[in-house]
């Protein structure tokens, strides 16, 4: 059973994290709307941090292999950055109507193999010998991740939001009941989840004492 903690302390979110890692599990995840909503009562309305990020877009020296191939394997090579070396026995297949993404991808996956998977600079010019407009691969990134790395997909962004202001917002905040998105060089209280998904990063022996507990399903807890 996982477990809001409330630090009042004001870090940067990448402080905040160390400590929620060193103490507890991690920055809290966000599952669903009660969850949510009861960090909303802990927080008592004040901008807190959580675990949702996007550091990918900041730098993508951060995390190289965020790419991912439709086939769900890591790029090996970065994006457009295609490295020399031997090509496989990959055919091609240039399908000229136009759809969204997605739609390609299933297209491929029923009628071939998957979109195209790129991995080295014989493979990009066979491709590009076949394009004569802008054609789908199969590299995309999914932006924005939790901290505890966890596949949550809940998002309940508040209205306008994300809006990356000034180009960026690449870290997040509660803020009047929902989800914003804010530079991560701001200082501010934070929530930390202490529950068995996150042991392996808790470090024993520096648990502080807390002046009260309880499990999601309840008030969660609050630290000076």
Known sequence: MNKYILVTKEMTLQDAQEYCRQTYGDLATVDNKDDLNQLQDLTGGVDTWIGLHDFNRESMDLYPNSWRWSTQTRSQT?????????????????????????????????????????????????????????????????????????????????????????????????????????????????????GCFSGQHRKQGLQPELERSADKTRAGRREP
């Open 78 to 194: 970065g994006y457009m950055n295609f490295a020399s070396g031997p090509s496989s026995a990959k055919t091609y297949h240039l399908v000229t109507q136009t759809v969204s993404w997605e739609s390609a991808k299933s297209y491929c996956r029923t009628h071939y193999t998957d979109l195209a998977k790129i991995e080295n600079q014989a493979e990009n010019q066979q491709v590009s010998s076949l394009v004569t407009t802008y054609s789908w691969i199969g590299l995309s990134r999914v932006p924005w991740a939790w901290s505890d790395g966890s596949n949550g997909s809940f998002r309940d962004w508040g209205a306008g939001e994300p809006n990356n202001y000034r180009n960026t917002d690449f870290c997040t905040i509660i803020r009047r009941g929902a989800i914003w998105d804010i530079g991560c060089q701001h200082t501010m209280g934070f929530i930390c989840m202490d």
